[in-house]
């Protein structure tokens, strides 16, 4: 059984910082790509961001460039999301998900993505 436990969000100001972490089990982290998609009210989910097997490659979407980070650390089996420099249009539900072992371009799709979180909310003020 697969399960993902995203925390860390809440409510910060703009310009703070954030660090969502994404703890998993029942699958490897680092043998699968790993994925953040938000979703704000009133929107479809976004991807955010990626990271594909044994850390191969990250991909990040152009607004969050430079600011977030994704990260993962094998031995808690966890994702982080490092998120600073905050913008009140990052706030939304944040999800971290389970996608494939392997893929060759932006894994950026929510249904390339098979497990989901729960989320956890990012609100960021002005």
């Known amino acids: 059984q697969v399960q993902l436990v995203e925390s860390g969000g809440g409510l910060v100001q703009a310009g703070g910082s954030l660090r969502l972490s994404c703890a998993a089990s029942?699958?490897?982290?680092?043998?699968?790509?790993m994925g953040w998609f938000r979703q704000a009210p009133g929107k479809e989910r976004e991807f955010v961001t990626a990271?594909?097997?044994?850390?191969?490659?990250?991909y990040y979407i152009d607004s969050v460039k430079g600011r977030f980070t994704i990260s993962t650390d094998n031995a808690k089996n966890t994702v982080y999301l490092q998120m600073n420099s905050l913008k009140p249009e990052d706030t939304a539900v944040y999800y971290c998900?389970?996608?494939?072992?392997?893929?060759?371009?932006?894994?950026?799709?929510?249904?390339?993505?098979?497990?989901w979180g729960q989320g956890t909310q990012v609100t960021v003020s002005s």
């Open positions: 998900a389970v996608g494939p072992q392997e893929y060759y371009t932006v894994p950026s799709l929510p249904s390339l993505y098979n497990y």
């Open positions: 029942g699958r490897t982290v680092s043998s699968y790509t």
């Open positions: 990271i594909t097997r044994n850390s191969r490659n990250t």
